[in-house]
C-alpha cells in the first residue's frame, strides 16, 4: 500500500492532538511567565498573560470546528440523459457548479451523451430555476481537439453555455494529479515505469482541493474563462522520479518508441 497515493482526501485525524499539544505548550509558558512575575511584582502582567490564554483557548476551539456543516448538505442520485431525474433539481440555487463528464469508455453511451447532452440537460434545469451563476469544469485547449469526442464534447457545451444568457464562468484544467496517481500507480508498486517516446513531455498538473477552492472564490466572476494549472511544471520522468521517492521504492524509469503503441 502506498499511503502517498490515496485516491481520496481524508481529514487530518490529528488536529485535535495538535490544539492540545498547542494548548499546553502555551499553557506552560504563560506559567513560567507569571512566576517570573509574581517574583517581580509585575501584576498588570499577569492579567495580559491571562487574557492571552483566554484568546488561545478560543484559537484552539474554533480550529477544531469542521469548515462544512454536513448536516446542511442533500445528495440526490441523478441520470443527467434522463430528464425526469433532474425536475427541480435546481430549485433554490444561486449557482450551478457542474463536474459531470464521461470518464470511462462506456458501448452504451459517449462522450457527447454526458458531457454535451446531460450539461445541457443540467443547464436547462438551470434556466428554469432562474439560477444567476453557472459554472464549469472543461478541459485545456476544448477548442482545438475537434478529433478528441472527450474534448469537443466539453467545448460543444461551452459554446451553448456563452448563449444561455446565464452568467458564467468556464474552468480549463490542465489536469490533476489524481488522474496522473491513478496511471503511475501500478508501475510505481511494480518497481517499472514505462514512458512513451524519448522525448521529456511536460504538465503543470494542479492539485483537486486547490482548483475547488479557485472554483468557490471565482464563482461569482461573470463570463470568464479560465485555463487553469499548477504553478509548478514538471516532466513525467520527474513526476516519476518524485513518485518513487514518496513511495521509498527504488525503481527503474524507461522510455518506449512511440511506434510500439
Not at 446542511?72 to 457542474?98: P, R
Not at 462506456?106 to 432562474?130: C, F, Q, R, V, W
Not at 451553448?160 to 480549463?172: A, D, F, Q
Amino acid at each position: 500500500a502506498l499511503p502517498f497515493l490515496s485516491e481520496t482526501v481524508k481529514e487530518f485525524d490529528g488536529t485535535m492532538i495538535f490544539v492540545a499539544l498547542m494548548v499546553l505548550g502555551v499553557l506552560v509558558m504563560d506559567a513560567s511567565l507569571v512566576y517570573i512575575a509574581i517574583k517581580t511584582k509585575n501584576y498588570f502582567i499577569i492579567i495580559f498573560i491571562a487574557i492571552s490564554f483566554v484568546f488561545t483557548l478560543g484559537m484552539g476551539y474554533l480550529s477544531t470546528k469542521p469548515d462544512l456543516d454536513i448536516s446542511k448538505v442533500t445528495f440526490k442520485k441523478i441520470n443527467v440523459t434522463d430528464k425526469a431525474t433532474l425536475d427541480g433539481l435546481c430549485e433554490g440555487a444561486e449557482v450551478v457548479i457542474s463536474t459531470v463528464g464521461l470518464t470511462t469508455s462506456s458501448a452504451t453511451i459517449s462522450n457527447y451523451d454526458i458531457d454535451y447532452k446531460g450539461n445541457l440537460n443540467i443547464l436547462e434545469e438551470a434556466k428554469k430555476a432562474s439560477v444567476e451563476h453557472f459554472v464549469y469544469i472543461s478541459v485545456i485547449r476544448a477548442d482545438e481537439a475537434e478529433d478528441v469526442p472527450m474534448v469537443h464534447a466539453k467545448f460543444l457545451f461551452e459554446e451553448e453555455l456563452k448563449k444561455s444568457g446565464i452568467t458564467y464562468v468556464i474552468h480549463r484544467p490542465t489536469g490533476y494529479f489524481y488522474d496522473i496517481v491513478k496511471v503511475f500507480r501500478p508501475m510505481i508498486e511494480s518497481g517499472k515505469v514505462s514512458l512513451l517516446g524519448k522525448k521529456d513531455v511536460s504538465a503543470n498538473v494542479i492539485d483537486t482541493t486547490d482548483f475547488a477552492e479557485f472554483i468557490v472564490k471565482s464563482m461569482l466572476d461573470e463570463n470568464k474563462l479560465y485555463n487553469v494549472g499548477g504553478k509548478e511544471v514538471y516532466t513525467y520522468r520527474q513526476i516519476a522520479e518524485m513518485c518513487f521517492e514518496a513511495a521509498r521504492v527504488k525503481g527503474k524509469i524507461s522510455s518506449a518508441p512511440a511506434w510500439l503503441f
